[in-house]
DNA sequence: TAGGTGACGGACC
DNA sequence: CGGTCCGCCACCT
């Protein structure tokens, strides 16, 4: 499967999120040139088996909120406590302060997995 | 094979 | 603010 090697960068980059900030699908796909391909940062954060060391929690969606679905059979709320144990304020219905709590890599860490000859 | 779905994002109203 | 629509692309009937 071509989307193995695309999760293992989603995982590697997700890893580097320091404990208390966040970023967006949208941030991670890009940091793996993927630009683009956010949706797929999530079914990739989805083939995740819980708990994992890696701290899927750390990535939400643009609009600075949990997805709420239940699809996800309680990982949303299991990733609002885990984000409450970090310091940051996530209200009942998964919104939070995702300006204050942006995770700003530094450049370099793009270089992960620029070449992608991925994305369909 | 075709069509519906979703842990997304941005434009628009 | 919120709600809708559309483009996006892998997954699952």
Do not use: K
Not at 24 to 45: D, F, H, S
Not at 58 to 73: D, F, K, L, T, Y
């Amino acid at each position: 499967m071509a989307s193995e090697g695309f999760d293992q960068r989603v995982y590697a980059v997700v890893a580097l999120i320091p404990r208390g900030q966040l970023a967006t699908y949208g941030q991670v796909a890009e940091l793996i040139g993927a630009w683009g391909c956010a949706r797929q940062v999530g079914w990739a954060l989805r083939r995740l088996p819980l708990p994992s060391p890696i701290p899927w929690q750390r990535v939400v969606n643009a609009r600075g909120c949990i997805a709420m679905s239940p699809g996800r059979e309680g990982s949303d709320w299991m990733q609002r406590e885990l984000l409450l144990a970090e310091g940051i304020a996530v209200s009942p219905d998964g919104r939070l302060p995702l300006a204050r709590h942006r995770w700003r890599p530094e450049p370099g860490v793009g270089l992960i997995g620029q070449d992608r000859g991925f994305r369909g």
